[in-house]
């Protein structure tokens, strides 16, 4: 099992000194991989709507200041040498659809082949208004159809696309991405069409047990979850082991109240012990990746966070 780590792009983690010293540490305790969010601007963060938390108000302090995501990847990816450099997620609508591909494509090139593509449709409207110039609603096809292109430019000599919302032909994207066919593909969302998503192109469903419209905060829920995926897979024609699956912890321990509305335990909640026992518990289902949420008041907090869970979770695999 991989496991990985969310290196803040906000908030005051996101100082550049500080997000350096987490990545380079995080590199070198061995970390598998390092995530980044995707948020270009945001509205008032005061009013709560953010879907991963119980009170619907976002987890770190001032999370309007914010790094563009994959600047701040190409950033990282000079200060590493290593790890691998997930998009969690890539809001796919956020970018044009040529625009976006060139971009990823020079980021798996310069960092020597370590990027994942995350990927989802995107949830805030108020950013969808000021940001993206196809319709809210549409996002989901959007979100579709340019993923469909993404894997045009990325693996075809000669593209050409026809869509509703890009097309193009006539035209040479080079270099292509090192990793081939292309970077790996992890579809975020917990909803009905991120699953079906997942099933129809994902190399990886990428889910957050913390939604609160679309739980997976108890390994039933998950599991459930799972076999979902697993018929949607299947139904589009694909191997239904062939989507791999992943969990991200947005918080673990002592944050995470116990009893779920399930009437199971939540996973992530109790002691070290019950960590360790989740963390073999998913393994045992199927999941090949994990990343947590270790943010603190500052980096020194946060990597000696990192190193605790390391030396006394991690190990215990």
Known sequence: M?????????????????????????????????????????????VPGYPYSESGEFYEDAPTER????????YVAAKTSRIRLVAAVLVVPHRPAVLAAKMLATLDVMSGGR?????????????FDAVVTTPFPERGAVTDEYIDAFRVLWTEASPRFAGRYTRFDGIVLEPKPVQRPHPPIWVGGESGPAVRRAARIGNLWYPIGSNNQHLLDTLPRYRAGVDRLRRLTAEAGRDPASVALTYRVKRYGEAVPEKASDGERRLFSGSTTDLVADLKALQAVGVS???????????EASIAEMRRFQEQVISRL
């Open 2 to 46: 991989q496991i990985g780590f969310n290196l803040p792009n906000s908030g005051p983690l996101s100082a550049v000194a500080s997000m350096t010293e987490i990545a380079i540490q995080g590199e070198a305790m061995g970390f598998d991989y390092l995530t980044m969010t995707d948020h270009v601007v945001l509205p008032d963060t005061k």
């Open 67 to 74: 790094h563009e995501q994959l600047i701040a990847m190409g």
């Open 115 to 127: 990027l994942v593509v995350g990927i989802g449709a995107g949830w805030l409207k108020t950013e």
């Open 289 to 299: 990746a994990i990343d947590i949420d270790f943010e603190r008041p500052d980096a």
